[in-house]
């Protein structure tokens, strides 16, 4: 625990809470939603209304996208960044957004209500550092091969500059196995929360690659505890320029959001932790 | 799909259903509890006590145990599964037991109602044609490193040869991390409910290996779709001769099942698969 | 170490040899080579020949395979067995196959100079406990996911019961790589080494599933202080009825073994351990 | 191969050789060797006078450190950078040493005859681009879960820039085990060697974490092709700030190197790739 202590829970069971938009994260049951990528401002305008009508919080839209090939569709950048701004105020959401370069924190921060920092970031503690000097929420989303202690001590890097607005978010890990994209490891989401007071989130999709078991996959996820998801979604999945086959459609988030809710409302009423 | 063609959902999405006790296996949410070793008539016992009043469906117990070394306690054997047999009678509890060699089969099946094929032995294709032909329902937990192709098609042993009664457990995987025992794996759980027919278990006792994680790995293998859980229970959990650390008392067990209980009712009301 | 007492080097540096034909195994660097599978008199005779003519020293041919697929080819099963030792005898090789039930133990040892235990198999302590009490030496390959201490204590079942003729066999373990068919860890063979005074094996074949990668792997292996190496080679390789594509041919083994006893008699001028 | 294009082997099987002082990269067999870390004036000139004496070609160590936890020692930084440049330049050592945020490039290529990122780093694609844009050689380690086409891929980032003078190095991925550090994958080096006309080194130091397998680890990488070591070394290995059980003292490192060049030779000899 020598390496997170600032993250460690404390004997008195307190819980970091903070406020973003109308959603207390750590305490209201929170939905991300929107698509890998920023395409156009017709697709992220059109994604928000979506995500506003399915009932999501808060919307994603990546600009800088890590792809493991260069020669993969690279984000729109600070156009992309105007686009998801503009897009987000137009239906009263909140907009979270990847950063991956030290030198590109401070213009993020001028349009993003949330900071993420990416799997393959996890450990890029120059960008972690960065981040806890300024005083927006980030999401850090766990490394595809982090132990649950690497993890945390990754969250410690950005508590001990003095950002203490961090979310915690499983993503899969990597192992041997193909069917899906990689494991989702919700032992993690649920030791996570006997570790740590900061808020824990999901993101079924990035983990499963496949659109039919973001449903199953979410709601275990909720009852394994976490504190809110992240989930893909496109207006028109199979058109999607980076992982379509993961994406929902408009109504098949609602649908998917409807049981989310009425899951959260009963976790409420069980003891877990 | 060629190589588990009898274990594959049809296009009918017809599931198996069969009888054990007063349980309808794929249809009824079933709870198989009991420690992980019989350990004396006392033990065995005061466990089938527990169990049953904790509202259990099944009694569990090894006897013929798979021990890494070759000095840990390797079980009663014959003499422990007369125990379990006596115990489950005394409390009308259908009985479930590991074997573990071809030669074993036909006494155990004398003995058990269900026979349980452990994680090391899921690719032991002698084992699994030899149960195959008797007609005792068979519970096959995943290996450590099984994919989810290579799962099924160990199952499609036991099927070629007749006995249709299979049951698919996950129990963990291993991975990189080390803060629980394996990974429990839920997507499977999640995928195989669209893959097979075959009614699928999940076991977070041995998944997590820590007491504290079993009840939110239980309620989330749940929302993942599985049919019934096996968890491990000892009237003594700190004298258990072996895995102590995550076998629940009587009374854990019983709070636990409340909760799953009732997630099973909420869970019925979801539209999952 | 507590679970592998018998198998631990001593202090005295003291090191298992035994013989088997004409080969001192745990001094002399040992070639075992043949097909995966025993297909028919003509094909296994023939493996015999072109092993015998590249300098092999032991044959190796499955007949009880263990095939992940229920509707793969099984093997010629006891008839594949008198193939294969009249293949040995009609080219002075001993001969080695794999064994996969505690009921054929009496049986294949009437046949075999060393019987496999495979990968699958490494936790199948009822067959290594039968296997123990015959005295007949056993290859033991390292299970797919067990750790260097699993894999020892697995030997243990067999010293155990007092059969001290063992070979350790890594053979590659599961990441989450997908290149190569498996990933073979040296660093096992280099740990083994410094911990037991059994002989340790390599299997680059099976390991890495890529023909172009055997040679390399066998040359590391050798430098990693291993004491021998199963090879696959096949009189057709494109013809096989399993595993094709990582098979030899007879040219090609006796290339591979030109370079591989050269390494050997260079190493041997080394002070490696 | 899409999307390694500029790194991939071509038909003519023309390989990358560039000059690093006294050595062609490439072509001679090349030794790195030094601490962890730069620790102090005296530390990294002893270590310089060391590794001149043992042979190698390049010094090593550390100012910018990627340590999982934030209280862990982070390095000297650019006070450590001329530390180590003026060492090199008393014993006539390159100096190859980390580069961990984009803002730092200009300023580490000032020091640096060659520029390493790091494990962590390999998917730091906004690093990796910054690279490319200078024309100092960069050793790029795999990411512990890399998969050797991601691994390539990231060098097609450096590569795509301008910047080809780039080193791949093999440093040992995350499997189930825990007796080493890491899994030391050598049939990456042999893969990468028929997939790519780039330089191929391994790291057995921080793969093995373990002293006594540096050796057959590094006799073992040579056997499967690998073009140059990095080995860590310190004049004090017990004291040393980072890493200490893995670090060989200036005689074992000569010792090593003995046997290291002997084996070069003797490869040369061979008909590898």
New interface residues.
């Given amino acids: 625990m020598?390496?997170?202590k600032l993250c460690a829970l404390g004997e008195d069971g307190k819980r970091t809470v903070f406020t973003v938009g109308n959603v207390k994260i750590g305490e209201d049951f929170t939905v991300i939603a929107g698509p890998c990528s920023v395409e156009s401002k017709e697709q992220i305008e059109l994604s928000a209304a979506l995500a506003r009508q399915a009932g999501a919080d808060i919307l994603r839209g990546g600009t800088f996208k890590?792809?493991?090939?260069?020669?993969?569709f690279q984000g729109l950048g600070e156009e992309g960044l105007k686009l998801l701004r503009d897009a987000g105020e137009k239906y009263s959401l909140p907009v979270i957004t990847e950063v991956?370069?030290?030198?590109?924190v401070d213009m993020v921060c001028q349009y993003a209500d949330i900071i993420q920092i990416g799997a393959?970031?996890m450990?890029?503690?120059?960008?972690l550092s960065e981040v806890g000097k300024h005083d927006v929420p980030v999401l850090l989303k766990r490394g595809?091969?982090a132990?649950?202690?690497?993890f945390l001590?990754?969250a410690?890097?950005i508590l001990?500059e003095g950002n203490e607005k961090v979310i915690l978010c499983e993503r899969g890990?990597?192992?041997?196995?193909?069917?899906?994209r990689n494991?989702?490891?919700?032992?993690?989401?649920?030791?996570l929360?006997?570790l740590t007071h900061l808020p824990v989130f999901a993101d079924p999709s990035h983990?499963?690659g496949?659109r039919?078991?973001v449903?199953?996959?979410s709601?275990?996820?909720?009852?394994?505890?976490c504190d809110g998801l992240e989930i893909e979604m496109h207006p028109s999945p199979d058109e999607a320029l980076s992982d379509a086959q993961q994406q929902l459609s408009g109504p098949e988030l609602a649908e998917l959001l409807r049981?989310v809710r009425?899951?959260a409302v009963?976790r409420d009423g069980?003891?877990?932790?």
């Fill in positions: 020598d390496g997170y890590m792809r493991t090939s260069p020669y993969s991956t370069d030290t030198r590109d393959r970031n450990e890029n503690y120059a960008l595809s091969d132990t649950i202690e690497e001590e990754s410690e890097y001990k890990v990597k192992t041997f196995g193909t069917y899906t494991t989702l490891d919700l032992s993690c989401v649920a030791a929360k006997t983990a499963t496949r039919e078991l449903k199953p996959m709601l275990a996820a909720e009852m394994a505890g049981e009425v899951t009963f069980l003891d877990l932790y």
